[in-house]
């Protein structure tokens, strides 16, 4: 009996601060509004109470409370939304939102926000256009002001390890053949790699590996694309002269470059595991400092093994790209200019659950400010960044560890990810809107052996490495259709099957002993998917998207 | 029978005395209704070409068409095919090393042996599948434990990827289940074993039976009912074989055995926007499972053994 | 079965070989167990970023508390603990009385509805009308953004009733009886006599329910997302671990041995912190189940 009232009463309690732990957390700050967002990426969450955010708040009269996606079943996440009704204030908008009435339309209420009215020209505008008339999102990336300063290349490449160029004299690397030849060059010399964590031991050096986990197998399949001289179209190539769709799964060169890794992987150069790797496990080979090249993504290895490769940095371990194609005679186009790549699939909107929409749209246009935008990416002058003399705007080494130190970039910044931004110069024409496009900061911020390297071949950034382009036409990127497609258009049924195929084959394709034959089987297998009709699929998109 | 017998019993004198206990079934019947069979409605969806905008009660209906679609896609049969596999394999091996676990750690003498054992074997239960998948992965890997000790006792002259040949995938996947679940599983049935009369055993042993004799005739008869109404219960649920280590294990070369109907509703139904799909996916398993319950309930009946209802 | 001399020494030795035989395969057991969960230990242990390059078995190589500071640091986290220490309790409480009250009525001998009320329980483990139409249900009844939706939907589970209704069918039914006879009605019965018997099993039914109430978190995600006074801990933590990524850690925060985070050595530290009172809490419920816990179906 004595137990049973003790229970109970450590249950009333129990139950008591549940009730009053509610009401207090309910109570706050009423003058500055809050809103909230939901996006369906995973990121990290910042502070509750985080210096910046409040800054910005007193600046602007509100914050936001972001909300990122959370483990495997995220996808359930959004229908959860859908199939309630019951938004966040913001969310990032796409058809299937808009389709379920869930977005309101942001060109009805922009004539007194100048910043969103006018942060694209109207005929870019025009394409975010829905088949109502009206604007339901705002494009939060992409968006470029003035001169963009090209120097971060976050997309694809054939990265190698600068001590694999050194070695061999920072010869000029252009082809797949040369790229291979020199690893395997370099692998027969050096066959291991000191071990920078225990003296006198060393680790066996991996010369080649490709990241294929899950959806993040494009890396194995679109090679091809580039190394024909094509930009990052995705899922088709667009030849601009003719203005057809191609597709590069099974050019000549498709074929070439899978048979050379097949070749590789039997002469042991390609990772024996690169396809039952997981991406924890890939990027734990890559912080290692074993893996001598990869074609990879840059923003997929770059966040999480620069900090290891760093320590690394006297045996050359920090990897930059190279202009690679499959003939000298193919001009590449692995990195086009940013502001090409505007997708017009996707954008922050606000839900119709918002009950404050003006105050809403106030807030997206306050954090178009250039005074927000730089408080959103420099951060608090003095303090995050300093001010040489002629106004150019430059980090110490202790403000850029700061920077790098999780917790403090916790408490203390407050970028708003998600939300829209103008890349480019500010308006004084000297800096960029964030550290990691300024010149001069970017690289005094490299690791010493990519600075040595980069300056060796007469170049200051990742971009003069590969050389930059214009976007090749109104149509770019054709990914944002392909995208789009989901089961209920023939095209969308054939393109899930067709990566079906290309899963299950490529990494055949390149283990086998037998290539032609196992060649001979997926191309069978592939055409089985009727791949013409997504690519027919394509082309319309592409004469619609060339339409005035 | 039954229903004849229960008839006769049915008088106003019984209901009035039952009257408690018929307020009670009556509260919680109305709970089941709500919490449920309420959300039954939802499958209607599967008969729908199901829009949110639109809501349950102005999509327009399609008929079969969802069903037709699943059963004319060859990958969803490979996906019940795959589900089936792993589903009776795992049900089997799970079940098998629950029993045997429990039997063998009943024969261990030391208390302090027993319970350490049983407190460290469902340790594995609290680990959440992307820890084991990620534990997993480490060990069959090229470089893991498993290849470095094949190796060493020179069953193999070079590592083997596990992960690259499909027919190591679904006794991959029934061992991790053994590994977590095994000791947690071995709860119920440890706790029958300790139930089971001791004067039982002392007569066995006053018979002479020997170890094996005693297990043979008084500790498996003994858990018997729970070993049948447990793969009663459990004869239902093969058709949720898993999602989430299928998932987290798989890759494109074993995709055709790894797949399996919760990974294909997320694929084809939830990621495209398309909840018919789905919802006719699971009204197919929620049929399958109801039609094997049923009639494994029906066999345990004839042969006189536990049942479910 | 062997009943002469010569057989029982055969016995004897064979027994030993068994024992050896037994002994042999639960250190296997315990070491192919136990490693695993070490392994973890062990890295949540060691820094983030040397962790990457593999090689921990049992013990740190670079000790540091980080993963725990990082994972104890967060935002909500005793928010979430609060509720889910509430959750657990109130919703193994809830769980536990209803299950009890049906097992009670289904293993009543001469209950009119016996029969369809178990089988309509036993449907419902096998069939549910899928997400929308249960999220939808829940806003309706104002679950949705409720400290209510954790602990009233799910309440009574099939399983734990037939766990439940099979001990009770074990209790002697002269003691129902006598108490009839002494002018006991079905509450009294219930509350006075049955109850108490049944001991062990709700103490092994308020383990299940227990062990799933502080495991959930998908729950919180789903109905309860904007109201972030209402998250539960398991929630938070599924939260760090899809959003830490390993921010550019400099070097220079790893000479100083500061520590360094990634999302494994995070992941391990939350696993290892969610076991802990589980594990804490299963020894003391443990005693209970020596005194039997059984399923069973039912047999005329």
Known sequence: MKKKTVT???LSVAALSVFLSVKTAGSRDTKIKEFTAFFDVSENEIDE??????????????????QWLVGKSSEEAIDGYIASGEYTDFISGDVALYEAGALIPIDLYWDDYPNIKNFMPAERWDRFRQPDGHIYWIPQFDVVSGKSKELLHEGEAFWIQTRVLKWAGYPRIRTVDEYFDLLEAYVAENPVMEDPFHEGQTLENIPFTILCDDWRYFCLENPPQFLDGYPNDGSCIVDAGTQTVKDYNITPTARRYFKKLNEEYHKGIVDREFYTQNYQEYLQKLSSGRVLGMVDQWWQFAYVVNGSLEIMSDQGCGYVPLPITIDQSVRNQWHVKRGAELSAADGISITVSCEDIEGAMKFINDLLDEEIIKLRYWGIEGTDYEVYENGVYYRTDEQRNAVRNPEYSRAHFCVYPYFPRIEGMLSDGLNAFAPEYQPGEFFDALVPDVKECLTAYGCRNYVEMLGTNEAPGPWYPMYSYSDMLTTDSEAGRVWEQMNSVKREFLPKVVMTDDFDAMWAQYMERYTACRPEIFFAEMQQELERRLQP | MASQEKKKNITWKEIKKQKVLIIWSLVLVIYGVIFYYLPLAGWAMAFQDYKPKNGLFHSAFVGMD????????????????????????????????????????????????????????????????????????????????????LLKFHILDQPLNFFAHPKFFWPIVAFANVWKETGWNAIIYLSAITAIDPSLYEAANMDGAGRWARIRYVTLPGIKPTIMILLLMNVGNVLNAGFEIQYLLGNGLVQSVSQTIDIYVLKWGISQNDFSIGTAAGIFKSFVSIVLIVIANQIAKKNGEERLF | MEKNKSGKIKTSVWDKVFVVCNTLFMVAFVIITLYPVLNTLAISLNDGTDALRGGIYLW???WTFKNYITVLQKDNLITGAYITVARTIIGTLLALVANAILAFIVSRKNFIFKRSLSLFWVVTMYVNGGMIPTFLLYKNLHLTNSFWVYVVPGMVSAFNMLVIRTYMAGIPDSLEESAQLDGAGYTTIFVKIISPLCKPVYATVALFVAVGQWNSWFDAMLYNRMSSHLTTLQYELMKLLSSVTNQGTSAEAMKNAAGTVTPTSVRAAATVLTMLPIICLYPFLQRYFVTGLTIGGVKE
């Not at chain 2, 024969?107 to 042996?113: R, Y």
């Open chain 2, 66 to 149: 969802k069903f037709k679609q699943l059963f004319s896609d060859a990958s969803f049969i490979r996906v019940i095919r795959n589900t089936l596999g792993m589903g009776v394999i795992n049900l089997i091996v799970t079940f098998v090393m629950a029993i045997l676990f429990a039997i063998l750690l009943n024969e261990v003498k030391s208390n302090g042996g027993k319970k350490t054992v049983q407190t460290i074997s469902y340790l594995p239960h609290f680990l959440s599948w992307i820890i084991v998948t990620g534990i997993l992965h480490d060990a069959l890997s090229s470089t893991g434990i498993i290849n470095e000790l």
């Open chain 1, 49 to 66: 109470y985080n210096e910046i955010m409040e800054l910005i708040a007193q600046k602007t009269g509100a914050r936001c409370r972001e």
């Open chain 1, 8 to 10: 109970g009463i450590v």
């Open chain 3, 60 to 62: 740190p190589r670079k």
